[in-house]
């Protein structure tokens, strides 16, 4: 059987790609993500397998696909850098375009896929509200406004001179220190344990999910591998009843060939 796959299979392949632009600019990155396109793929492979001609499992049509994405946008590339250096025109010892490959430049982002201009790129995650780093600003209005109550219970208090019964005796101007305690507001330093334990609550979930995810990959990896199995040994139960059959016919033969008593 042949490893090379016709055009109905890269037909189909294509307008999977088409269906999952996410997975053909492989823009997903994430755990649950990953898990999603392995599963994708296998599906893709039975039905590619299905049609005749290369016969893959989803990692081996995964990896057909990076290559040709590879070899594809060398070729836009050379096009690109033909087109600029003869004016807009052709060059004829370069190949051009089929329709399926223009079908996958289109899915890969158009020009950009070929000429690398970040200009022209379509940036697939749009901006998101800043979301993070609100915390922080609060603990330093927090900080800030106990420094301004500081500042204020430890300026000097002022006390105006007083006359006496005489113009002539007047007590000095003198400065009272306030006593008054500090206030309560709770200083950064009482934020930094809180903010480790978050951090480390976090670190944790991560790890539990990076398990689970693994587990999940493993399981997927041995039903796959059991339905491998299962199929070779439903071929193998039809060979033995073929030959079953070629044994009963034969009998049959002899039987019939047999004179009579």
């Known amino acids: 059987m042949t490893n090379r796959p016709t055009y109905s299979q890269i037909k189909c392949l294509v307008e999977f790609l088409e269906q999952n632009p996410g997975i053909a600019k492989g823009l997903l990155r994430t755990t649950q993500a990953k898990l999603e396109t392995k599963r994708k793929w296998a599906s893709l492979a039975t039905s590619l397998n299905s049609i005749g001609g290369a016969n893959k499992d989803g990692q081996g049509w995964a990896k057909y696909w990076a290559e040709k994405k590879c070899r594809l946008k060398k070729q836009c590339a050379q ?76 300026q000097p208090v002022h006390v105006s001179p007083i006359l006496g019964t005489s113009h002539s005796e007047i007590i000095p101007e003198t400065i009272i220190p306030v006593t008054t305690p500090l206030p309560t507001t709770p200083l950064l330093s009482n934020y930094l344990p809180r903010r480790r334990r978050r951090s480390l609550t976090q670190r944790q979930d991560t790890v539990t999910m990076e398990r689970f995810a693994m587990m999940e990959e493993r399981r997927i990896e041995a039903e796959m591998t059991t339905a491998q199995a299962l199929i070779q040994l439903s071929q193998q139960i039809g060979n033995i009843a073929r030959a079953f059959t070629s044994i009963a016919t034969a009998i049959s033969d002899v039987a019939r060939k047999m004179p009579e008593s």
Do not use: C, I, W, Y
């Open 79 to 154: 096009l690109s850098s033909s087109m600029k250096r003869t004016g807009g025109g052709t060059v004829d010892n370069l190949p051009t375009l089929s329709a399926l490959d223009k079908r996958v430049v289109a899915v890969m982002g158009g020009q950009e896929f070929g000429t690398g201009n970040s200009s022209l790129a379509v940036n697939p995650f749009p901006e998101l509200p800043r979301s993070v780093g609100t915390e922080p600003q609060v603990v330093e209005e927090e900080v800030s406004h106990h420094d301004v109550m500081e500042m204020q219970f430890e």
